[in-house]
């Protein structure tokens, strides 16, 4: 499990005065790339010349959330295939109450050969782990 910080911006609200549907997105990116990151990965290099690309996302909102709220994005990976995996989101906003979930599914991408590629060793091993010990 890994939690990243995001505080909402003028960029993340719509014309009802709330963050825009599409923000969630931007905010569970950063998480992302953040805990990439902690493991000496990237989105374009996850290991064995791969990378990673989104091939489907789903957000539910369960409150509103306003400018300068500061949200608390918890991922934690909930299913584990050969060449793609889901992460699970949980977003609080700065009162600890629950804002909004969601999931992302991320396929191995050879991009040098274009294609869908099985999830490189390493990566695999870490989402295991994580997927075991989250909490």
Same mark, same amino acid.
Request: cysteine-free; glycine content about 10%.
């Given at each position: 499990?890994?939690?990243?910080?995001?505080?909402?911006?003028?960029?993340?609200?719509?014309?009802?005065?709330?963050?825009?549907?599409?923000?969630?997105?931007?905010?569970?990116?950063?998480?992302?790339?953040?805990?990439? %990151? *902690?493991?000496?990965?990237?989105?374009?290099?996850?290991?064995?010349?791969?990378?990673?690309?989104?091939?489907?996302?789903?957000?539910?909102?369960?409150?509103?959330?306003?400018?300068?709220?500061?949200?608390?994005?918890?991922?934690? #990976?909930?299913?584990?295939?050969?060449?793609?995996?889901?992460?699970?989101? %949980?977003?609080?906003?700065?009162?600890?109450? *629950?804002?909004?979930?969601?999931?992302?599914?991320?396929?191995?991408?050879?991009?040098?050969?274009?294609?869908?590629?099985?999830? #490189?060793?390493?990566?695999? %091993?870490?989402?295991?782990?994580?997927? *075991? *010990?989250?909490?």
């Amino acid at each position: 499990m890994f939690i990243s910080k995001y505080q909402v911006r003028i960029s993340d609200i719509n014309y009802g005065g709330h963050m825009g549907n599409e923000r969630a997105l931007v905010a569970f990116q950063q998480a992302r790339i953040e805990w990439l %990151e *902690t493991l000496g990965l990237s989105e374009l290099s996850i290991g064995e010349e791969r990378g990673l690309i989104q091939r489907r996302a789903n957000v539910e909102y369960l409150r509103e959330i306003s400018l300068g709220d500061i949200l608390n994005v918890k991922i934690y #990976p909930v299913e584990i295939r050969g060449s793609y995996f889901v992460l699970a989101h %949980e977003v609080s906003n700065q009162d600890g109450v *629950t804002v909004l979930t969601g999931n992302v599914t991320l396929g191995s991408f050879d991009y040098n050969n274009k294609r869908l590629a099985k999830i #490189p060793g390493a990566l695999k %091993e870490i989402l295991e782990k994580e997927k *075991t *010990t989250k909490g």
